[in-house]
């Protein structure tokens, strides 16, 4: 089963991804996580990614490519995977079909989670992470910058906001996907497994609808 999330920062496909592992066992490909992998194995490939990135640039996409490519090929990917958040743009997606193509891999379901711009601001500007467990908390249940986290044995946890779910980032980083990652949609709907899905309300009633398709 090959899984591609797509939507807008904040509209929930990390945490769609998370319900489809606990129900399936299928590894999520992060390309941040394959990146922070590659310069932690210390191979001459990791030491030009953390060059790359110590300086500010953006490491390029045949690069993120191979690395995508190298994941595929282990066994853990053998009964499918999840993409969230990868590809970015259609230039990547176009390199990425070819891969598929390549490796005789079949992607199944693609599935957009919709969510309205103004609802996801003030999803992002709320949200606050925990420093030491995966806890999302969030402004509007009362929880600020700095509390305990308050989940069972998670010490010493506390709760922060991120550089990018400030407000006037996430209205950037929103019109960035609306100009180069939204073209994407046509390309996949254009082979029949766009599954378009409204999100923004209980993430349990969204993560049922997704398993029914892909159940059935």
Do not use: W
Request: glycine share 10%.
């Amino acid at each position: 089963m090959n899984i591609l999330f797509l939507g807008a920062p904040g509209c929930g496909k990390g945490t769609q991804s998370k319900i489809i592992i606990k129900e399936f066992g299928i590894p999520q490909i992060s390309t941040g996580d394959l990146l922070r992998e590659e310069i932690k194995g210390g191979s001459n490939l990791g030491k030009e990614i953390q060059d790359i990135m110590s300086t500010g640039k953006f490491v390029s996409d045949d690069l993120v490519l191979s690395l995508v490519s190298k994941k595929l090929g282990q066994d853990e990917c053998k009964e499918g995977f999840i993409l969230d958040g990868y590809p970015r743009n259609i230039s990547q997606a176009k390199s990425l079909d070819s891969l598929f193509i390549e490796k005789n891999i079949n992607l199944e379901y693609v599935f957009l989670i919709d969510v309205p711009f103004e609802t996801l601001i003030e999803r992002c500007t709320g949200r606050l992470l925990c420093t030491t467990c995966d806890y999302i908390g969030n402004m509007d249940r009362g929880e600020k910058v700095g509390d305990k986290c308050e989940r069972d044995n998670c010490e010493p946890g506390k709760l922060y906001q991120r550089e990018d779910d400030k407000a006037e980032t996430v209205k950037n980083r929103l019109n960035v996907y609306q100009e180069q990652t939204a073209p994407i949609i046509d390309f996949y709907a254009s082979k029949g497994i766009l599954h378009k899905m409204i999100g923004g309300n209980d993430p349990s009633i969204l993560s049922s609808k997704i398993l029914e398709i892909v159940k059935s």
